[in-house]
């Protein structure tokens, strides 16, 4: 099955599941989860049901383009229902069997992993899901987003895109990948994986990402000031203050402690804006509990 | 009539540590059964099995109807129940309504010799089914479970979301429902291998386990170790090696699965030129943690052999076997990388990489702090008793101790940091290498008989924790509520473990010498001041911050899984004990007198009660607090009953107090305390002379002060 079949296979297994097929956020994030189909709508009481790709980068993940399995970009396929529905869990299954992978065939487990965002502030309880002992999905309910308690609870799957698709291609190394029967993931992302590498571990500049990182949390919460908050521009700069930090991370400015301390203001300003949006929501009246 | 009783409860993934949630759910279901009058008492034989989807009980002797039952409930006194007008008082009429009674309903009963009107209220039988519901959603809430989630718009809070539940009274399924979810008297097989519903006939415990079974789902947990067990070592033997032995390992993967399926895998590197070297601690890491497989030794070393355990069986398994191969060797082959990587840089090159790396705003790089490590070391060294060479050593692993930080492995592999830091490092001796090594492995901190002089170690940690804390306390807040983004509770959870095997070592002392070097480094080298007061402030801040929530982490450091509310408020009393002022915390002496008191609690509860209601008896009469604490006049102890008193407790001052041992102290408090109601029923306290009364409270002060010297005694009351 190629790449592309892959994300279209699963998109529409979710939309015959009443999924909404979203686009993916334009800005550098390190997972789908950040997307604000995921991060703000899992709060409040408004039901939600959402599958989108994802670009996601992992900065620290890179590897110069020279290992067959580690990226520092890659592909995340999301799903995120609220209520997460009774068979959340069986239909993840029933995915699985639609591109091909069944549990006659391949050994597949839930593996205890809680879920947490320390920089959005946010939790849940799930698994990773192993096919084989390849992870392919981690699998959470929501408990807190943004410090804010998820009632109901949004059920949230994601699928690691180039992890299923080696699983179903057999193949061993990323970049030989079939994305479509033309093209290789290689001659898709391989130099910028090398490029990006370069500049994550060796040329960003740290001063400049450092000014770059205090001036995207100072936007958000003057953003936040505003009355009405601007929500969505502010959430917006808490993700640029985020990544920036995981260029920082991986240009290796952090220590353990100091690590913590830049997670902690970024998380400070991710809860003010899930507070705001939940504020918004309210005086919007909940409009999706309407609709619904 | 009673019968078996079976509940089955189907629920997603559990989390495999969560070893004893049946075992809990049972005994909890089996306590509401008895309080709601279904079972006589603690059923003799129960049964309880816990797989990774389900949690099953067998409870013998269930009623399906509860025993009806009449209870009394007493009114006001008679005297307070109506006016002289023979009208019902507000207290008689309050009583009358909330029981739902007429003044016809009222009868006579005398209690302390006392009248007092009274109304008898009848508890009607109840069918099982009527209350089941409602007492197996109690008995799940009140499970023992570090995190218990919602989902879905469900209101009940369990480990995992609820799905099926299967009930039977004998042969008879039970009808009810908890969190919309209603019972049958069928459950589930295997996911992958026998999916369909599966029809159980009794609550009996052999037809039971038969059924499930037949539809590949092993119940008992010792069947899957054993199982497993045997497949591993079978496997094992056909390649001419030995499962490395891990018991903690085996159980994980048993409580992983319902059916499982040993497979041998074997690691076959991509890479050019294979990394012979990758250190043994990253290749273990690699496949017990990460993997969950259990690596093949022969003579003790790796062999590129595994054993991997499947939840699954199939015909031909020769395409599972690729696949984890596959991932066995994406994940060695990245470790192998980033190892190559690391290796590149000398000594002088890795000790370089820390000034660029930000230990904490203000405070410096990460050489700063290594400075300040090394500087803490040789000071704390003293106070352990090092000898000079081990001194020499701690404070060359001290300077060394962060070199793996940041590197690419040590990114992967977080936990062998220290391990790294040994095996990147070319110019050191070995013990320098031992010492990092071992520094950061918590399973190391417990009192080992077995490990010899652990001074070196002991002090490597402390000044590595001791420093953390002190900084990040200058810079940052400690930690508040659940709120611990630093790990300041494992840090303060490490000194605990190693200090309590330093008798007389004094913890604020060592807390605050690394705040002296905190307040320098900032004061001479960034424009963050701070003054020493302010300094010293927050220290005892968060020194007294820290004590507070010692029973926080009760359950770890006394190394108990789940510690009782009992233990927890042991733990509490002593904490409180210690003076807000007091300077000199020695942590050995703390734990001496938690241990004291949870042994006495654990093996003798009648004296341990003895113990509270005595000390609740001289509290009562200390009513002048300090006054009295004045010397006793032996002179003026007249009476037989107060010199033997006296005579007693100048035993247990010389034998316990004056050499700290607290060990068999509650012991012999135990003993004194029938001196001392010998000595309240004999002996007038407020004797009319004033020299007389003022020597007899100062003996009660003693007294008082004994029980303080363990505990604060008020905290122990339930």
Known sequence: ?292 | MSNPLLIELLVEEIPPQLTNLAHDFSANLANQLINARFLAQQPTTSYCAQTPRRLTTIIDKVRSASLGSTRLRRGPARSRAFTDDREPTAALTGFLRSNNADIDDLIDIEHNQIAYVAVESTIAARKLEELLGELIQKALTDVVAPRLMRWGDNRLRFVRPLHGICALLGNQPLAFSVANISATATTVGHRFLAPGPVQIASANRDEYVAAMEKNYVMVSVQQRKKTIRNQCDELAHKCGGQIDDDNDLVAQIAAMCEWPVSHLGTFTSLEKEPADDLPHEVITSCMKKHLRCLPILKDGLHTRRFVFVADNKFADSGKHILGIERVMRARLDDAIFCWKQDRKLSDKQHLARLDNITYLKNLGSVTSRVERIEHLVKNFGISLKLTHSQIEDAACAARMCKVAQGTLLANEYPELEGVLASYYLRNVNNNVKTLLANYLDRAKDHTDPDAGDTRDRDCLVLAHEIERIAAIVAIHKGFSGSKDPFGLRRSMLRVLRVLERYPGVDYAKLLFVAGKIIYDYLNAETSHKITGDDLNHKLNLNFQQLLDRVHLFAGEWLNVATPSAELVRIVKAVIASISKQQQNIDISDIKQRVLALAELRDTNHAGYQTLLVTYKRLAKINEFGDLFDVPINEDLLTDPAEKKLYKKCTKIRQNFLSSGNYRLLPEQLIELCSDIDEFFDQVLINDPNPAKRANRHALVYELLDYFKSIATMEKLYS
């Not at chain 1, 009481?45 to 580690?70: F, K, L, M, T």
């Not at chain 1, 698994?127 to 390849?134: C, K, L, P, Q, Y």
């Not at chain 1, 059920?155 to 061993?172: K, S």
């Open chain 1, 1 to 292: 099955m190629y790449v592309q079949q892959l994300i279209s296979e699963l998109q529409h297994f979710w939309q015959q599941r009443g999924c909404s097929v979203l686009q993916p956020l334009d800005l550098q994030v390190g997972a789908g989860t950040f997307h604000p189909a995921t991060t703000l709508r899992a709060l409040g009481p408004e039901p939600w049901s959402a599958v989108y790709v994802q670009p996601s980068r992992r900065p620290g993940d890179g590897r110069y383009g020279r290992h067959p399995n580690r990226l520092q970009r890659y592909y995340q396929l999301q799903v995120v229902q609220k209520p997460s529905p009774d068979d959340f869990q069986q239909a993840y299954l029933n995915s699985l069997d639609q591109i091909g992978i069944s549990g006659k065939e391949h050994d597949i487990r839930f593996v205890e992993d809680d879920w947490e965002s320390p920089t959005l502030g946010a939790w849940g309880l799930g698994w990773e899901v192993w096919v084989d002992g390849m992870e392919i999905t981690q699998f959470t309910y929501f408990q807190e987003v943004g410090g804010i308690v998820c009632a109901p609870v949004m059920g949230e799957i994601t699928y690691g895109i180039e992890r299923l698709a080696m699983f179903l291609q057999e193949c061993d190394d990323v970049y030989a990948l079939d994305w479509s029967p033309n093209l290789k993931y290689g001659e898709l992302y391989r130099q910028n994986e090398k490029e990006q590498s370069f500049y994550n571990f060796e040329l960003a500049d740290v001063k400049l990402l450092l000014e770059t990182f205090n001036a995207s949390l100072d936007q958000s919460n003057l953003l936040l000031e505003q009355d009405p908050a601007l929500v969505m521009p502010a959430y917006e700069a808490v993700l640029a203050g985020s990544h920036t930090f995981n260029l920082l991370d991986a240009r290796g400015h952090y220590s353990v402690e100091a690590r913590a301390a830049a997670i902690t203001q970024v998380r400070e300003q991710a809860n003010k804006a899930a507070a705001a949006y939940c504020a918004q929501r309210t005086r919007l009246g909940h409009p999706l509990i309407q609709n619904n």
